[in-house]
């Protein structure tokens, strides 16, 4: 197939843009789509959208978070908001209380809570997905001020990660 740009080289890239309902199919060589990232990066760069949204949240942003910098790599909350792109890891943990709101805004949330490999044990995924819902329905019955189903609920919640540990500790003791 070749490219639907300049008709002449091997199209490697496939674009499927929908717009009000209108499907959209691209074919594009490498040297087009470039170009064609390029161009919309300009009109919808992703730190446009990163930065648009952080902005949103600014009132949740803590005093001095343009000041913070990470000790790691050097980059600073506000070159973070304006490339829309984090330097290493250790930005994660050293910008936290920014993104954290951002990405809630983004995903839902700001932990995973998506699939997981089937090897990582699914059922240790549900149950770990059981205790965060035990500890919210805990949260609730402390602000309701409903202690004997508080208790009830730590119990419960004890319990379970007490079972979730032992077969994590069954299941790397059998080699799995």
Excluded at 42 to 56: I, Q, V
Excluded at 73 to 79: I, N
Excluded at 151 to 159: F, G, Q, S, V
Aim: overall charge neutral; proline content about 2%.
């Amino acid at each position: 197939m070749t490219c639907d740009i300049c008709g002449k080289n091997e199209a490697t890239v496939h674009i499927t843009e929908i717009v009000n309902d209108q499907v959209t199919k691209l074919h594009l060589c490498e040297q087009c789509a470039r170009e064609k990232n390029a161009e919309m990066e300009e009109h919808f760069g992703l730190s446009d959208l990163l930065s648009g949204l952080a902005d949103l949240g600014a009132s949740i942003e803590s005093k001095g978070a343009s000041q913070i910098k990470c000790p790691n790599c050097g980059l600073t909350y506000q070159d973070f908001r304006k490339d829309g792109r984090l330097g290493c890891s250790e930005c994660y943990e050293t910008f936290k209380k920014e993104i954290a709101p951002l990405l809630k805004r983004i995903h839902g949330s700001d932990r995973h809570i998506g699939k997981v490999p089937l090897k990582t044990g699914g059922k240790t995924v549900k149950e770990t997905k059981s205790i965060q819902e035990f500890k919210m329905k805990l949260d609730k019955a402390i602000q309701a001020e409903d202690f004997e189903e508080a208790a009830h609920l730590r119990d419960k919640i004890k319990e379970m990660e007490a079972k979730a540990k032992e077969d994590r500790e069954r299941a790397g003791g059998s080699g799995k």
